[in-house]
């Protein structure tokens, strides 16, 4: 039974940061591609970041320069480091790995 896991969000100021971790059991990401989403309020999902199983990495150009995507295989965890954050920024941000996790909440207001 695959299951992903993410934790790390919060409540954060406009220009602070926070880091993601998406945890995995049933899948080994160091073989698979894995992305994060993020949904806000009355918008679609749309896709952050993602790491290859080579990690080759892409980024939405709105996150450019501010987020960082990263894995560490002995883990097994996918990470996020956000930045530089703004309010538009504020989603609930979902990892993907073939399959969802649930997804954790960030939340960028002063």
């Known amino acids: 039974q695959v299951q992903l896991v993410e934790s790390g969000g919060g409540l954060v100021q406009p220009g602070g940061s926070l880091r993601l971790s998406c945890a995995a059991s049933?899948?080994?990401?160091?073989?698979?591609?894995t992305g994060w989403y993020r949904q806000a309020p009355g918008k679609q999902r749309e896709l952050v970041a993602s790491?290859?199983?080579?990690?080759?990495?892409n980024y939405a150009d709105s996150v450019k320069g501010r987020f960082t995507i990263s894995r560490d295989n002995a883990k097994n965890t996918v990470y996020l480091q956000m930045k530089s954050l703004k309010p538009e920024d504020t989603a609930v941000y979902y990892c993907?790995?073939?399959?969802w996790g649930q997804g954790t909440q960030v939340t960028v207001s002063s």
């Open positions: 993907n790995a073939q399959y």
């Open positions: 049933g899948i080994i990401f160091s073989l698979t591609t």
């Open positions: 790491i290859t199983s080579g990690g080759s990495t």
